[in-house]
């Protein structure tokens, strides 16, 4: 008897010891369950064991999205042995100044006098102010200011002799204009995407007056441009309702990349990029769109008016040096 509560004093220890585990890694994440037997539980009732929670986030997944991720993709990563090998984030603030015309209410379709895109520090990012109002009255003859904060991430995964390049966009602040944004990663000569693999998309906390939920869109909601310079999948922003309003939002999106060349390659990049529509714009703006080592840009049969619609943002570099591929 005093052997058998022995066990079952060390189960419980290990059964305690394997949540705190869990929540340590995932204490930023929702809708989290652990079962009985200590398997963790998503969003969408998917069952996963930690070495499965480790394969993805050794994929480069972050806890939100893990969190988040529906049977498909799961299946799809969960077994897959990755290695981040290279990855950099850069942040962001937009500054979009409005006419005296232009009102909270028609912002949306008002082409903006100018607009400003910087990089900033991670501090900066981090001690932005969310409490000012993202459309408010300027006091002066320009009218209205929206300012902006977002990061990109783009990552380079090693899975066994192949690999995989990722781009994830998160808005700090919520842009009042939510029409059809751009997202892409840029590659070099030397490899090739391959289409079966590319993935897309898009989640978002939404909240009302009594619940919080999580809600996701798919990559077939999205229209990409595939070229031998990169890949960019042009997609509509999640948008409030009179009932909900969006409170935290970000798009992801990934692909695999082969070998073009019989020569070694020492070294590989990956050209993270983002547009975000200032203007409302249709989505046939996609079919303009153009990917490469320098971002996203549009083609030159596209009209000024479309591409002054988008703010501009450098890439996120991601490079992987000293290989032998």
Known sequence: MKIKGKVKKVK?????????????????VKALEINDDGIYINY?????TQKEINNLINLGFT??????????????????????????????????????????????????????????????????????????IN??????????????????????????????????????????????????????????????????DISDSSTKTCYYQFSSSATWKQSSSGYAATFKLISNTSKKTVTALETYMYFNVQKLTENTIKVINAYGSYRHAQKKVESSVSNGVSIGTGGISFEASVSTSIKESYDSMSTAQATWSGISW
């Open 12 to 28: 419980k220890m290990k059964k305690i010891l394997f949540l705190l585990i869990i929540l340590f890694t995932f204490q930023n």
């Open 44 to 48: 969408n009732n998917i069952e996963m």
């Open 63 to 136: 806890e939100k999205q893990i969190s988040l991720m529906d049977e498909e993709e799961f299946n799809s990563n969960k077994n897959l042995q990755g290695e981040i090998v290279a990855q950099e984030t850069k942040y962001y603030m937009t500054t979009i100044t409005y006419s005296n015309s232009a009102s909270t209410l028609s912002v949306k379709s008002s082409l903006p006098l100018k607009s400003e895109t910087i990089e900033i520090t991670e501090e900066e990012y981090n001690n932005s102010d969310d409490l000012i109002d993202n459309v408010s």
């Open 139 to 204: 006091g002066k003859s320009n009218g209205y200011v929206e300012t902006n904060y977002k990061k990109m991430t783009t990552t380079i995964v090693k899975n066994g002799s192949n690999y995989r390049y990722k781009n994830d966009l998160v808005w700090k602040k919520m842009p009042s204009t939510r029409s059809y944004d751009i997202i892409g990663i840029g590659i070099d000569s030397t490899v090739s995407g391959i289409s079966s693999s590319k993935y897309l998309k898009q989640i978002a």
